[in-house]
């Protein structure tokens, strides 16, 4: 199986295992005021997957892997896990936590009450919420998000991860003296 496929396999999986921990754990449910921070730090599963998808096709690559193979080999990565997890938050939110809306604008019209919020503002943040509960809003909103992500992870790790060419084994490289 070629790198970019397994490791983009291997995100998808891992981001809807993170999902349902979050879930069982009741993050989605009735710990919104965790969310926020957790959903941030999911990042770190992109930059381990895209890492070692790069770590992997470097190794296997059979030349010098540089700074495009790098980073083609981090977008392709996540383009090919979003559909995975694109339909399994389809299905997170329509089946396994189907209120998941109803909360959130629930928690966030609570939070901007407690702020003060004018009518006005509250009822355009629960439009705008409620907005984002349509498949085709979710999908656009997870395809951006992916590929945004992608090029900003790839574009770092790739500089980190390329490799310019290797040195010949058994040459013996001139150094200078320190003086």
């Not at 939110?93 to 702020?115: C, F, G, S, T």
């Not at 997870?142 to 500089?159: D, E, F, K, P, R």
Request: with cysteine.
């Amino acid at each position: 199986m070629k790198s970019e496929l397994r490791w983009g396999l291997i995100l998808a999986t891992a981001l809807s295992l993170w999902t349902l921990l979050l879930h069982a754990t009741g993050v989605y449910t009735t710990r919104l005021e965790l969310a926020g921070t957790l959903d941030t730090a999911v990042v770190i599963l992109p930059v381990i997957a895209i890492s070692c998808a790069m770590i992997e096709r470097r190794r296997n690559y059979g030349k010098p892997f540089g700074y495009v193979d790098a980073f083609r080999t981090g977008m392709e990565s996540m383009i090919l896990s979003w559909p995975f997890s694109a339909a399994f938050m389809l299905l997170y939110h329509k089946l396994i936590n189907p209120v998941w809306l109803d909360r959130l604008v629930a928690y966030e019209m609570e939070q901007l009450r407690a702020q003060g919020a004018a009518s006005s503002v509250l009822l355009a943040r629960e439009t705008a919420l409620r907005a984002r509960a349509s498949v085709r809003a979710e999908l656009t909103s997870s395809l951006i998000g992916t590929v945004v992500l992608a090029i900003v992870l790839s574009a770092v790790l790739a500089l980190l991860l390329r490799r310019r060419s290797e040195r010949a084994p058994g040459v013996v490289h001139e150094t200078r003296p320190k003086s």
